[in-house]
């Protein structure tokens, strides 16, 4: 099964329908994940050591009408076409320097079923050498700010300097923690699986994932694979200890 195609079949398990009932125009999901394909094969750039570099954040342009039909499943599409890109990536042999993003805007030019795509490369957010170094983006403002109730965020420290917490927000309904160029925040830690675990929101709690990490997830000190998030919980992944608060 193609990429394309497990990106339709996770779709419709998805929304059951709802989507493609909602939308009345020409616009299918599938067009757009299409043109995410494309826009990386065009954009491709081969760069040091051979690696082929392509842009990891993307700005699908809708007319004013499909936007607002699409506002209810936003971030669920976003979130897929998202995981369509990792796949392609891994599949044609990409490399991504930074989290993957979708996300969706209007533009008044545009008439209803058509769209257009904007690519750019940013930098994900990494802790190394006690810091967290923070990405220049291009992201809204708006968008950057917690969308959570109560803040939801990390106190990030290592054990080479466990007192140094460092904050980082949960600004998006999953954030994706690893080694990884492409992960939301990347962890400098040979202790840590490129993909190693993911913060879901999910209603108004957030819920710790293990993917499957060769050294597994720990919270205060017992291995996990899922876990609902409370305030104060202790994640140890490697060397790295993330503390996680909600006002």
């Given at each position: 099964?193609?990429?394309?195609?497990r990106f339709?079949?996770?779709?419709?398990?998805?929304v059951?329908?709802?989507f493609?009932?909602?939308?009345?125009?020409?616009?299918?999901?599938?067009?757009?994940?299409?043109a995410?394909?494309?826009?990386m094969?065009?954009?491709?750039a081969?760069v040091?050591?051979?690696?082929?570099?392509?842009?990891?954040d993307?700005?699908?342009?809708?007319?004013?009408t499909d936007?607002?039909?699409?506002?209810?499943y936003a971030?669920s599409?976003?979130?897929?076409?998202?995981?369509?890109?990792?796949?392609y990536?891994?599949?044609?042999?990409y490399?991504?320097v930074?989290?993957?993003r979708?996300?969706?805007?209007?533009a008044?030019d545009?008439?209803?079923?058509?769209?257009r795509?904007?690519?750019g490369?940013?930098?994900?957010?990494?802790v190394?050498?006690?810091?967290?170094?923070?990405?220049?983006?291009?992201?809204?403002?708006?968008?950057k700010?917690?969308?959570?109730?109560?803040?939801?965020?990390?106190?990030?420290?290592?054990?080479?300097?466990p007192?140094?917490?460092?904050?980082?927000?949960?600004t998006?309904?999953?954030?994706?923690?690893g080694?990884?160029?492409?992960c939301?925040?990347?962890?400098v830690?040979?202790?840590?699986?490129?993909?190693?675990?993911?913060?879901r929101v999910?209603?108004?709690?957030?819920?710790?994932?293990?993917?499957g990490?060769?050294?597994?997830?720990?919270?205060?000190g017992q291995?996990?694979r899922?876990?609902?998030?409370?305030?104060?919980?202790?994640?140890t992944l490697?060397r790295?200890?993330?503390?996680f608060k909600?006002?």
């Amino acid at each position: 099964m193609g990429v394309l195609q497990r990106f339709e079949r996770r779709l419709e398990g998805l929304v059951e329908g709802a989507f493609a009932r909602a939308f009345k125009s020409d616009l299918q999901p599938v067009e757009v994940a299409s043109a995410v394909q494309r826009e990386m094969d065009d954009r491709a750039a081969i760069v040091a050591q051979g690696r082929t570099l392509v842009p990891n954040d993307f700005v699908v342009e809708l007319s004013t009408t499909d936007n607002e039909r699409l506002e209810v499943y936003a971030d669920s599409i976003s979130h897929e076409l998202a995981n369509l890109a990792r796949e392609y990536a891994k599949e044609q042999g990409y490399s991504f320097v930074g989290p993957v993003r979708v996300r969706f805007e209007t533009a008044d030019d545009l008439a209803v079923g058509l769209f257009r795509i904007r690519s750019g490369v940013i930098r994900g957010a990494t802790v190394e050498q006690d810091e967290i170094r923070q990405p220049v983006s291009d992201v809204p403002a708006a968008r950057k700010s917690s969308a959570f109730g109560g803040r939801p965020r990390l106190l990030v420290s290592t054990q080479d300097d466990p007192q140094g917490q460092r904050s980082y927000e949960l600004t998006t309904p999953v954030t994706l923690l690893g080694r990884g160029t492409d992960c939301d925040l990347r962890l400098v830690d040979p202790g840590v699986s490129r993909h190693h675990a993911e913060l879901r929101v999910e209603g108004q709690q957030v819920v710790l994932v293990d993917l499957g990490s060769t050294n597994g997830t720990f919270v205060n000190g017992q291995p996990v694979r899922r876990i609902e998030m409370q305030d104060g919980t202790r994640v140890t992944l490697g060397r790295t200890t993330l503390v996680f608060k909600r006002d």
